[in-house]
């Protein structure tokens, strides 16, 4: 599943606000959607028969939309890589934002429920190791809850003679899963823990299609629709999702 569209192109409209430049995206949709990273990056897609001058006309009309939501994230916005791994930073599981709570303790370990991630650790000065503690935490809910899912998606499959791939785990920049039907493996992005489990549902789903339909064609989307009958509304959600 991609992450992103590929044909993509810089362009720049003078409105009220001042001047703004945004990515304008080729896509199969059937509308002009808008959505705002927390970097500050504007990105549009659009139907590819829409001319680009009704899409300037677009943003030109969103302006004040779109400098209340980068003032907004100017003032919130901690980006990852800039992470200290203290008490009251977010971690984003499941699509709910939860906080870390580190705590001193003689066993070093990693707890959660639901409304923090507690950090056990025996120095809370100490960066690295709660850096290394907390990320291999996070693989290990990956492992766990996308077996878990990719198990339940897999009864589905059964009656097509597929049979239960391995899962593999991996950071990717541009896909959020992939597959290799031949070998039986289906690989997941680890930031797809980070995505609500319905969207974890559908990307393992999309996965699995394509052990009967090696391609996007026609049988494969209704093969996918007879699976997941509201997998373009997941589609769409996971499409809002902006992961930095």
């Given at each position: 599943v991609l992450m992103k569209a590929v044909l993509t192109e810089t362009r720049?409209?003078?409105?009220?606000?001042?001047?703004?430049?945004?990515?304008f995206e080729l896509k199969k949709v059937k509308n002009i959607n808008l959505r705002i990273k927390h970097n500050g990056d504007i990105c549009v897609s659009a139907p590819r028969n829409i001319p680009k001058e009704i899409?300037?006309?677009?943003?030109?009309?969103?302006?004040?939309?779109?400098q209340n939501a980068l003032d907004h994230f100017n003032r919130n916005d901690v980006q990852k890589s800039e992470m200290q791994y203290v008490s009251g930073e977010n971690v984003t599981f499941l699509?709910?934002?939860?906080?870390i709570n580190v705590v001193?303790?003689?066993?070093?370990?990693?707890?959660?429920?639901?409304?923090?991630?507690?950090?056990?650790?025996?120095?809370?000065?100490y960066y690295n190791r709660k850096k290394?503690?907390?990320?291999?935490?996070?693989n290990e809910q990956c492992e766990t809850i996308f077996t878990e899912i990719m198990k339940e998606v897999h009864k589905k499959f059964i009656p097509y003679n597929v049979e239960f791939p391995q899962l593999k785990l991996r950071n990717m920049t541009s896909?959020?899963?992939s597959c290799q039907p031949y070998k039986g493996v289906i690989t997941l992005n680890k930031c797809l823990i980070e995505a609500p489990r319905n969207c974890i549902e559908y990307v393992v789903c999309h996965e699995f299609c394509h052990f009967i339909?090696?391609?996007?064609?026609?049988?494969?989307?209704?093969?996918?629709?007879?699976?997941?009958?509201?997998?373009m509304e997941r589609k769409e959600l996971l499409e809002k999702i902006e992961i930095i």
């Open positions: 720049k409209v003078q409105t009220v606000c001042g001047e703004i430049v945004y990515t899409v300037d006309t677009f943003v030109i009309s969103k302006c004040n939309y779109i699509g709910k934002n939860m906080r001193k303790d003689s066993q070093e370990y990693v707890s959660c429920d639901r409304v923090y991630v507690y950090l056990h650790v025996k120095r809370p000065d290394n503690l907390l990320n291999a935490w996070l896909r959020w899963g339909h090696p391609n996007h064609s026609k049988q494969f989307y209704s093969l996918l629709q007879i699976m997941l009958p509201d997998w």
